[in-house]
């Protein structure tokens, strides 16, 4: 079996999978889990991996000859794969027969059980080009054709410094905080698609393990909506009142400032 996982990185990474878990997940879902899959998840149950790269032959939002994948989900009742109804919904996905293995909301890997709730094919989905392609017959296949895509240096000399909406997803794709640190800023700064950076902030709140990174999507958020960053305003008030709420859930003081300027934004 392929050696996938990232062991110098603990992200996403849930408690050991169990017997139990596997059943209830099968049970949950109405389908057959991959056996290759599961084998992956008893080694380590979701995280980063070795490799960042799939083969396609379309182009994408990302690329034109490959999709980024940089962690896969594992699974554990009320985490990883089974977030998937709740992101597909949020990201306005209406199909029951995804499970979600990897992605960030502009695309999506997901298990595909349209054809068969037995054996299902490895879908990509990039919400924002509005495609839906089948990559893989199988999640065996998928592993198979996992591998680490060689950027030129040039790439990566205006990949740092340029402010761009596509430098800024690609960093904030990545699995070194630093860049992901760097890829929002570097969003903020372009002032393009607001919300799309918003609902991924919202993500790395719910799912992201790095403070760092949680802390970073509060503040940008709330700089976001209380200096008008965000021109719709219904938008605008409607992430700073689902920001408050989670801010008021984390019950943490490091996060009052953000509390009150967001109080003040809405009262105001």
């Not at 032959?57 to 009320?78: E, Q, V």
């Not at 999640?139 to 996992?146: G, P, W």
């Not at 002032?191 to 393990?209: A, G």
Request: charged share 30%; net charge negative.
């Amino acid at each position: 079996m392929k050696k996938i996982w990232n062991l110098e990185d603990n992200n996403y990474i849930l408690e050991t999978l169990n017997q139990k878990d596997i059943e209830f997940a099968e049970k949950y879902f109405a389908c057959k889990l991959p056996e290759e899959y599961l084998n992956q998840l008893k080694i380590r149950n979701g995280g980063y991996l070795l490799y960042d790269a799939l083969p396609v032959k379309f182009k994408n939002s990302w690329a034109d000859d490959h999709i980024p994948i940089p962690f896969l989900l594992g699974l554990k009742k009320g985490k990883g794969i089974f977030k998937t109804k709740e992101l597909l919904k949020e990201w306005g996905i209406n199909e029951d027969k995804f499970i979600i293995i990897s992605g960030d909301g502009h695309y999506w890997i997901v298990l595909d059980y349209r054809t068969s709730d037995q054996e299902p094919k490895v879908t990509f989905i990039d919400t924002e080009f509005e495609l839906v392609e089948v990559i893989f017959n199988s999640f065996k296949e998928m592993v198979a054709s996992l591998y680490t895509h060689e950027y030129e240096d040039k790439d990566f000399e205006q990949y740092e410094y340029e402010v761009s909406l596509e430098n800024a997803k690609g960093l904030i794709h990545s699995n070194n905080t630093d860049d992901i640190l760097h890829g929002i800023s570097l969003w903020v700064g372009t002032l393009e698609e607001m919300e799309s950076l918003i609902k991924i902030l919202f993500r790395f709140i719910h799912t992201h393990e790095n403070s760092d990174v949680i802390y970073s999507s509060f503040e940008t958020l709330t700089n976001l909506v209380v200096n008008d960053f965000i021109s719709d305003k219904n938008l605008a008030k409607s992430a700073a009142q689902k920001l408050l709420e989670e801010i008021e859930q984390q019950n943490d003081s490091v996060l009052d400032p953000f509390k009150f300027l967001l109080s003040q934004y809405l009262n105001g």
